[in-house]
């Protein structure tokens, strides 16, 4: 039973465009949304975290839209640039375990 | 500053070898986490841990055990090593407190079984 359905699992975006990934989800419970970004040879690194007390966050050039009602949530990257190639986890976690429930992963690549 | 490291970061072994990696952070973190990571899969989690003396089995922790004896450390090791067991392992630590669930991951160690 896949908890966490991220989509597209590839993307390929201009210069200058706007990247979207979605995520869906099962759990109600979770309460923190995080997206992660992870470069190759790296490990994932967070990029941005939205809780369910409000619908958008925004930092910089990245947004997230949270829909309860939907269970989804996406990452926007505004102005996509070549080094946010990378590949991006959804991982939505719930309760004091801190445990996160990881999504398959999205890669972006953003042609110069 | 503080950090989390993994060795070694690569490695070659033999099926039916007993190998460890090992984790070590020094954020000072209660939880800490083993997951593997293959195309296709995603993060798959092995093995988490909420504390000194604490160890709890993931959704793929067949053929992997950890312990944990003191806060900074959590190695896992692979009884006998199998060719499914090939993959890139990243270890993670996060706090127990605040409201914050980020992880913060290791460099990842490469493991080959051959």
């Known amino acids: 039973q896949q908890q966490v359905k991220q989509s597209p699992q590839s993307l390929i975006v201009q210069k200058g465009g706007i990247s979207i990934i979605n995520c869906a989800y099962e759990n109600t419970a979770f309460d923190y949304f995080p997206w992660y970004q992870q470069f190759p040879g790296k490990g994932p690194a967070l990029l941005i975290a939205i809780r369910p007390d409000v619908s958008e966050k925004k930092e910089g050039r990245f947004t997230i839209s949270f829909n309860k009602s939907a269970k989804q949530f996406s990452l926007h990257i505004m102005d996509s640039q070549p080094g946010d190639s990378a590949t991006y986890f959804c991982a939505p976690g719930a309760g004091n375990n801190r445990k996160l429930i990881w999504g398959l992963g999205t890669s972006l690549a953003v042609n110069p | 500053d503080a950090e989390i490291t993994q060795s070694p970061r690569h490695k070659i072994t033999e099926t039916g070898r007993q190998v460890t990696l090992a984790c070590h952070q020094t954020w000072n973190h209660n939880n800490m986490f083993w997951y593997r990571q293959d195309l296709g899969h995603g993060l798959r989690l092995i093995h988490y841990s909420y504390g000194v003396q604490d160890t709890n089995k993931g959704e793929v922790s067949d053929g992997y055990s950890v312990s944990r004896s003191n806060t900074e450390d959590l190695p896992l090791t692979l009884e006998s090593a199998a060719s499914s067991q090939t993959s890139v392992y990243f270890c993670?630590?996060?706090?127990?407190?605040?409201?914050?669930?980020?992880?913060?991951f290791g460099p990842g160690t490469r493991l080959t079984v051959t």
């Open positions: 993670a630590s996060s706090d127990l407190a605040g409201s914050s669930y980020e992880q913060y």
